[in-house]
């Protein structure tokens, strides 16, 4: 599987198909996401989404159009994904990779229908279909959400089309393996360091209705994959005797001109039920939220 990685920057933590529909499995319950979204009727509604980017043919037209163009190409040896992909990618063949419906599911759920903003990114499209998919498989599709696809353009699919700027592709392993491992955590600790941080993952990407479009969830799956101190604190808090108990999101004293929130992250110490708060501040007015306040102790006003 190819793996996409985003830009270097201090806070990155990784950079980050079939048909048919499976159910949305239970949400996680231990988080709590109430907050409003700030923003004005005027204000694009951008997406940063965690999910799985699938192929689907649009019409009956293109699906047999696969069919011949398979049955001209030296296949022997290759599965059907591996096929599929040997297809798209050739040079000759993108046409049929554009005739394509590509779909952000979530949870199993379709959600999107993706269109590149510029049309050299439909090698992200492709590059996202994996020979060996697996239930950890992650897409992070990052734009700008628009009107609802008309029904030629996924077999009569009616969900939003999102114009895409940027895709991350990565599994879930990977990008826990590549969180860097605080200082004060030693190295015999690691594997006990990346399962609490495997945890926490999943606990931010089980959120329920997670779509990525409000401020709240946008926030929230940024520092995911964007932010690998909230990984190091879960195993700080650990070794503290500290449960984590969920994530509240809400809007910011600072909110005015610029649509800011505060993602909170709550613990309760195992020994004394004292609870216990940390907070990160995170700019989201725009296409790419970025950290207004790196992570500090939270205080009821």
């Not at 592709?169 to 609490?196: C, E, H, M, W, Y």
């Amino acid at each position: 599987m190819t793996n996409h990685q985003a830009p270097e920057d201090t806070t990155d933590v990784g950079q980050v198909s079939t048909v048919g529909p499976a159910q949305r499995p239970a949400a996680a319950t231990v988080v709590d996401v109430t907050a409003p979204s700030p923003g004005s009727v005027d204000r694009p509604s951008f997406v940063y989404a965690l999910g799985q980017i699938e192929p689907r043919f649009p019409s009956l037209s293109v699906e047999k159009e696969f069919t011949q163009v398979i049955a001209r190409t030296e296949t022997a040896g290759l599965n059907d994904r591996q096929t599929f992909r040997a297809t798209i990618s050739e040079r000759q063949n993108r046409y049929l990779a554009r005739n394509l419906c590509w779909l952000l599911t979530i949870e199993s759920l379709e959600t999107y229908v993706l269109l590149p903003r510029d049309p050299a990114d439909l090698d992200l499209l492709i590059d996202s279909y994996r020979d060996d998919p697996r239930r950890d498989d992650l897409d992070v599709v990052i734009g700008l959400r628009g009107q609802i696809a008309p029904p030629e353009m996924c077999n009569g699919l009616a969900v939003p089309i999102v114009v895409f700027d940027q895709i991350y592709s990565f599994d879930r392993d990977a990008l826990v393996g590549s969180i860097p491992r605080p200082a004060a955590v030693p190295q015999k600790n690691d594997a006990q360091f990346r399962t609490n941080a495997g945890q926490l993952f999943d606990h931010l990407t089980q959120l329920a209705d997670n779509a990525g479009a409000t401020d709240e969830h946008r926030a929230l799956n940024y520092l995911t994959v964007r932010y690998p101190q909230i990984y190091a604190m879960i195993t700080e808090m650990h070794e503290r005797n500290v449960s984590f108990t969920g994530v509240q999101v809400a809007q910011s004293s600072l909110t005015g001109m610029r649509s800011i929130v505060d993602v909170i992250f709550n613990f309760r110490d195992r020994t004394t039920d004292v609870a216990e708060k940390h907070y990160v501040r995170v700019d989201v007015t725009e296409l790419h939220p970025f950290l207004v306040s790196k992570l500090s102790p939270y205080y009821e006003r």
